[in-house]
């Protein structure tokens, strides 16, 4: 029998492909132009932060009377990956989470940050998602990408939410933005050495410890349930063609840009 994670693995292939060789990449050949794409990715590093809370308290206690939950392997696997996305250090050594560290990048290089702090200023007073995107005007693609993220944390299934944690995000950043790491700051060095530093951290932690913690949690949460793989596949391609979305949103945008100052 084909091991469940290669097998998973080779029906995505194609998707993962589509995503690390997009378009967009390419296009962005100025700080104007990276802005629109930070623009539109800040919205995916906010709901990776909610999808990876989710799994925390799924997979362990975070409540009083605290009580042991689940396998203390998969509790490991899990706070492990909390405190490197939580609380990693930013380029002068002071802790940060990496949603801060990419706020702080955007700041950096002159890129929008009103929309997501409006975004979260909403949220945090309605709860509700869909006035928080009437209040930033959130880009139709990043709003449907984190309404995919939140239907699958809100089916309190921890097998799907592992999935595309490990293999919509985790397993796939660091081959999502080598392209953008290799030439940009090159061009603008003293505008983007943040976003290079966000960008860095993403490739280590993730390229090197975080993909395989998650990969582990995700086998010990499917285990040999095929009903629990074929949901994970599903979730996952959706996943990554909400990425592809995502991705085609900012590319349009950017050639609006490119026809209008041509």
Known sequence: MKDPIEKLRISIASLREEII????????????????FMRYHVYAVW?????????????TCTSVPWFPTGLADTRY????????????????GVRKSHFELYLDA?????????????FIEELKKSNDLSLAYQAANTPNEASEFVNFTFKIIHSNKPHLQSAIFTFGREDLIPNMFISL???????????????????ERHIEVDG???????????QNLCEKNQEYWDEAEMAVKESLEKRIRLWDGVYHQIMMLKNQTA
């Open 21 to 36: 060789h997009h378009k967009v990449y390419g296009a962005i050949e100025n700080l104007t132009e990276l802005r629109i």
């Open 47 to 59: 709901d990776f932060m909610s999808l990876l809370k989710t799994l925390q308290n799924n997979l």
């Open 77 to 92: 696997l899990i706070n492990e990956i909390v405190i490197g996305e939580e609380s990693d250090v930013d380029a002068h």
């Open 106 to 118: 955007m700041q950096q290089c002159g890129a929008d940050t009103h929309s997501i702090n409006q």
């Open 181 to 199: 790491v290799n030439d940009i700051h090159k061009n603008f060095p003293e505008s983007i050495s943040n976003f290079k530093y966000y960008l």
């Open 208 to 218: 090197d410890s975080h993909s395989h913690l998650a990969m582990q949690m995700t």
